[in-house]
Protein backbone atom coordinates (compact mmCIF):
# COMPACT_ATOMS: atom_id res chain seq x y z
CA UNK A 1 0.00 0.00 0.00
CA UNK A 2 1.12 3.26 -0.49
CA UNK A 3 2.01 5.34 3.12
CA UNK A 4 -0.17 8.44 4.34
CA UNK A 5 2.06 11.65 4.42
CA UNK A 6 4.41 11.94 7.44
CA UNK A 7 5.89 15.23 7.72
CA UNK A 8 9.37 15.68 9.97
CA UNK A 9 11.40 18.77 10.52
CA UNK A 10 13.37 17.94 6.77
CA UNK A 11 11.52 15.54 5.49
CA UNK A 12 8.17 14.77 4.17
CA UNK A 13 6.87 11.06 3.22
CA UNK A 14 4.72 10.91 0.94
CA UNK A 15 3.09 8.19 -1.58
CA UNK A 16 5.19 7.40 -4.52
CA UNK A 17 3.15 8.60 -7.80
CA UNK A 18 3.83 8.12 -11.76
CA UNK A 19 6.24 11.48 -12.14
CA UNK A 20 8.53 10.24 -9.17
CA UNK A 21 9.23 6.98 -11.67
CA UNK A 22 11.65 8.48 -13.57
CA UNK A 23 14.20 9.57 -10.36
CA UNK A 24 13.60 5.91 -9.09
CA UNK A 25 14.78 4.58 -12.47
CA UNK A 26 17.59 6.77 -12.43
CA UNK A 27 18.24 5.43 -8.78
CA UNK A 28 17.97 2.11 -9.45
CA UNK A 29 20.69 2.41 -12.07
CA UNK A 30 23.24 4.32 -10.06
CA UNK A 31 25.94 0.90 -8.85
CA UNK A 32 27.13 3.26 -6.07
CA UNK A 33 23.44 4.34 -4.85
CA UNK A 34 22.24 0.84 -5.07
CA UNK A 35 25.25 -1.66 -3.46
CA UNK A 36 23.37 -1.80 -0.28
CA UNK A 37 20.10 -2.93 -1.83
CA UNK A 38 18.86 -6.50 -0.61
CA UNK A 39 16.84 -7.59 -3.60
CA UNK A 40 17.15 -6.03 -7.11
CA UNK A 41 17.01 -6.65 -10.30
CA UNK A 42 19.73 -5.51 -12.47
CA UNK A 43 18.65 -3.04 -14.28
CA UNK A 44 15.42 -2.35 -14.21
CA UNK A 45 13.72 -1.58 -16.87
CA UNK A 46 10.74 0.99 -16.96
CA UNK A 47 8.14 -1.47 -17.39
CA UNK A 48 9.37 -3.07 -14.01
CA UNK A 49 9.45 0.41 -12.34
CA UNK A 50 5.61 0.91 -13.30
CA UNK A 51 4.51 -2.75 -12.13
CA UNK A 52 6.53 -2.30 -8.69
CA UNK A 53 4.55 1.14 -8.17
CA UNK A 54 0.98 -1.00 -9.26
CA UNK A 55 2.19 -4.03 -7.12
CA UNK A 56 3.10 -1.08 -4.15
CA UNK A 57 -0.64 0.20 -4.34
CA UNK A 58 -2.41 -2.84 -4.07
CA UNK A 59 -0.18 -4.47 -1.50
CA UNK A 60 -1.14 -5.33 2.27
CA UNK A 61 2.08 -6.58 3.18
CA UNK A 62 3.82 -3.61 2.31
CA UNK A 63 3.68 0.48 2.85
CA UNK A 64 5.76 2.18 0.77
CA UNK A 65 6.66 6.14 0.62
CA UNK A 66 9.01 8.52 -1.35
CA UNK A 67 11.43 10.80 0.77
CA UNK A 68 11.21 14.30 0.21
CA UNK A 69 13.60 17.10 1.17
CA UNK A 70 11.20 19.63 2.61
CA UNK A 71 13.75 22.66 2.51
CA UNK A 72 13.36 22.49 -1.56
CA UNK A 73 11.32 20.17 -2.59
CA UNK A 74 13.45 17.69 -4.42
CA UNK A 75 12.99 13.89 -4.28
CA UNK A 76 15.65 12.22 -2.45
CA UNK A 77 14.66 8.50 -1.94
CA UNK A 78 12.15 5.78 -1.03
CA UNK A 79 11.03 3.73 3.02
CA UNK A 80 8.68 1.26 3.78
CA UNK A 81 7.61 -1.03 5.36
CA UNK A 82 8.02 -4.63 4.18
CA UNK A 83 6.80 -8.31 5.35
CA UNK A 84 4.07 -6.73 7.23
CA UNK A 85 2.55 -9.28 10.00
CA UNK A 86 -0.67 -7.88 11.17
CA UNK A 87 -1.47 -11.21 13.12
CA UNK A 88 1.84 -10.70 15.02
CA UNK A 89 2.30 -7.24 14.91
CA UNK A 90 5.68 -6.42 13.43
CA UNK A 91 7.21 -5.42 10.12
CA UNK A 92 10.91 -4.81 8.23
CA UNK A 93 11.90 -0.93 8.13
CA UNK A 94 14.18 0.17 5.06
CA UNK A 95 15.26 3.57 3.75
CA UNK A 96 17.00 4.33 0.32
CA UNK A 97 18.23 7.50 -0.32
CA UNK A 98 19.26 7.60 -4.03
CA UNK A 99 20.09 11.28 -4.40
CA UNK A 100 24.00 10.66 -3.27
CA UNK A 101 24.28 14.11 -2.27
CA UNK A 102 21.94 14.06 0.47
CA UNK A 103 23.99 11.46 2.33
CA UNK A 104 25.22 12.19 5.79
CA UNK A 105 22.89 14.76 6.23
CA UNK A 106 20.66 13.63 8.34
CA UNK A 107 17.68 12.56 6.08
CA UNK A 108 17.89 8.56 6.60
CA UNK A 109 18.37 9.22 10.31
CA UNK A 110 14.96 11.26 10.02
CA UNK A 111 13.03 8.76 8.04
CA UNK A 112 14.00 6.37 10.06
CA UNK A 113 12.29 7.84 13.10
CA UNK A 114 9.36 9.07 11.01
CA UNK A 115 9.08 5.49 9.49
CA UNK A 116 9.69 3.75 13.14
CA UNK A 117 7.15 6.19 14.76
CA UNK A 118 4.34 5.54 12.31
CA UNK A 119 4.90 1.46 13.02
CA UNK A 120 4.80 1.54 17.25
CA UNK A 121 1.58 4.52 17.04
CA UNK A 122 -0.20 4.59 14.53
CA UNK A 123 -0.67 0.89 13.26
CA UNK A 124 0.34 -0.58 16.74
CA UNK A 125 3.18 -3.18 16.01
CA UNK A 126 5.06 -4.80 18.34
CA UNK A 127 8.35 -4.65 16.38
CA UNK A 128 10.08 -3.17 13.66
CA UNK A 129 13.10 -5.24 12.42
CA UNK A 130 15.82 -3.79 9.99
CA UNK A 131 18.65 -5.98 7.76
CA UNK A 132 22.15 -3.72 6.53
CA UNK A 133 24.41 -5.55 4.90
CA UNK A 134 28.19 -5.41 5.74
CA UNK A 135 29.65 -2.53 4.75
CA UNK A 136 27.12 -0.06 5.32
CA UNK A 137 28.61 0.68 8.49
CA UNK A 138 27.16 4.28 8.66
CA UNK A 139 23.59 2.58 8.40
CA UNK A 140 24.40 0.22 11.24
CA UNK A 141 25.26 2.83 13.78
CA UNK A 142 22.48 5.47 12.69
CA UNK A 143 19.91 2.92 13.40
CA UNK A 144 21.51 1.69 16.79
CA UNK A 145 21.43 5.49 17.93
CA UNK A 146 17.52 5.30 17.25
CA UNK A 147 17.50 2.73 19.52
CA UNK A 148 18.00 -0.80 17.11
CA UNK A 149 19.32 -3.39 18.76
CA UNK A 150 21.54 -6.41 16.82
CA UNK A 151 19.29 -9.23 16.96
CA UNK A 152 22.45 -11.45 14.85
CA UNK A 153 24.70 -11.50 11.99
CA UNK A 154 23.91 -13.84 8.48
CA UNK A 155 27.30 -14.79 7.86
CA UNK A 156 28.22 -14.73 4.26
CA UNK A 157 24.44 -13.82 2.87
CA UNK A 158 25.47 -12.73 -0.44
CA UNK A 159 28.78 -12.53 -2.80
CA UNK A 160 29.04 -9.33 -4.68
CA UNK A 161 31.91 -8.28 -6.31
CA UNK A 162 33.95 -11.33 -5.64
CA UNK A 163 33.67 -11.16 -1.88
CA UNK A 164 30.83 -12.41 0.95
CA UNK A 165 29.19 -9.90 2.41
CA UNK A 166 27.40 -10.64 5.83
CA UNK A 167 23.79 -9.43 6.68
CA UNK A 168 23.44 -7.49 9.90
CA UNK A 169 19.91 -7.96 11.49
CA UNK A 170 18.44 -5.47 13.73
CA UNK A 171 15.11 -4.67 15.82
CA UNK A 172 12.86 -2.92 18.37
CA UNK A 173 10.38 -3.28 20.32
CA UNK A 174 7.68 -1.13 20.99
CA UNK A 175 8.29 -0.67 24.50
CA UNK A 176 12.09 0.40 23.24
CA UNK A 177 11.03 3.42 21.06
CA UNK A 178 11.90 6.68 22.47
CA UNK A 179 10.43 8.40 19.88
Not at 51 to 64: F, H, P, R, T
Not at 100 to 121: H, M, N, P
Request: a positive charge; glycine letters at 10%.
Amino acid sequence: MLGPTLEGDRVRLEAPAREHLPSIAKWRTDLEATRYLLILQFPPSPKQHEDWLEKAAVSQDDIVWTIVDRGDGALVGLCGLDKISWRHRHALGWTFLGEKERWGRGFGTETTRLRTSFAFKQLGFEKVMTEIYSGNEASIRMVQKLGFRRAGVLRRHRFVDGTWQDLWLGEMLRDEWKG
